[in-house]
């Protein structure tokens, strides 16, 4: 069974760019979560999709975005690059049916913000 | 919100030797896992434990939820053990929303 999948794994962008991650959940799973890893604040929940919807979202600005398709696999998109964006940018995924809810993550995408 | 505590912040053992990492949460909890996370930025899945004892080789997990508490141990420890240990917690069920602690950075000396 593969895992979890995220491109790019790797960006340099500048400052005021945007920028789109991908992640394609394990098969069979309907939910991805997406999460942020910084030094400073460590890891935390940016928001959660189900069945193309959101349902949860974290402390984050309208800047962060995301959306999910039909398949389950999601992107989030980053507009107004600023240089804390700078960041491992994980994503994960479970099947959100009120099943057993543990999480699989991807590998990440390390962004690098000049 | 909830508050995910772990401990020791930082962990420094010879090969061969046991070691307990602790992980307090501030409130029940629907979803408890732990994590090592790789050289290279992954997760990699230890246990998802919201209670109860499990064993995996050389690694067990305990969780006393009545008590918010889960402990990590790791026996025998190789210098592959090496990394940053998470424990994730969910409030309730399928939010999607993993509140982490801030990890016990173990490196084992050979």
């Known amino acids: 069974k593969a895992g979890v999948t995220q491109t790019p794994r790797y960006l340099i962008k500048t400052r005021g760019q945007q920028v789109t991650l991908s992640c394609s959940p394990i098969?069979?799973?309907?939910?991805v979560s997406w999460y942020q890893q910084t030094p400073g604040q460590g890891l935390q929940f940016l928001f959660e999709?189900?069945?193309?919807?959101?349902?949860n979202k974290g402390n984050f600005p309208g800047r962060f975005s995301g959306r999910q398709f039909s398949n389950s696999r999601s992107e989030m998109n980053v507009s107004t690059l600023e240089l804390g964006d700078s960041a491992l940018y994980l994503c994960?995924?479970?099947?959100?049916?009120?099943?057993?809810?543990?999480?699989?993550f991807g590998p990440g995408t390390r962004l690098t913000v000049t | 919100g909830i508050q995910v505590e772990q401990s020791p912040p930082d962990l420094i053992l010879q090969e061969g030797a046991n070691s307990t990492l602790r992980c307090n949460f501030s409130?029940?909890?629907?979803?408890l896992q732990w994590f090592h996370q790789n050289p290279w930025g992954q997760l990699i899945n230890l246990f998802y434990?919201?209670?109860g004892t499990k064993q995996n080789g050389r690694l067990s997990a305990t969780t006393v939820a009545t008590e918010r508490y889960s402990l990590l141990y790791i026996s025998s420890s190789q210098t592959t053990d090496s990394g940053v240990y998470f424990c994730?917690?969910?409030?309730?069920?399928?939010?999607?929303?993993?509140?982490f602690g801030q990890g016990t950075t173990l490196q084992v000396k050979p």
């Open positions: 098969s069979g799973h309907r939910s």
């Open positions: 409130d029940s909890v629907n979803n």
């Open positions: 434990i919201p209670s």
């Open positions: 994960a995924s479970f099947k959100g049916d009120r099943a057993r809810d543990e999480q699989y």
């Open positions: 994730a917690v969910e409030r309730s069920s399928n939010t999607g929303k993993l509140i």
């Open positions: 999709y189900f069945s193309e919807t959101q349902r």
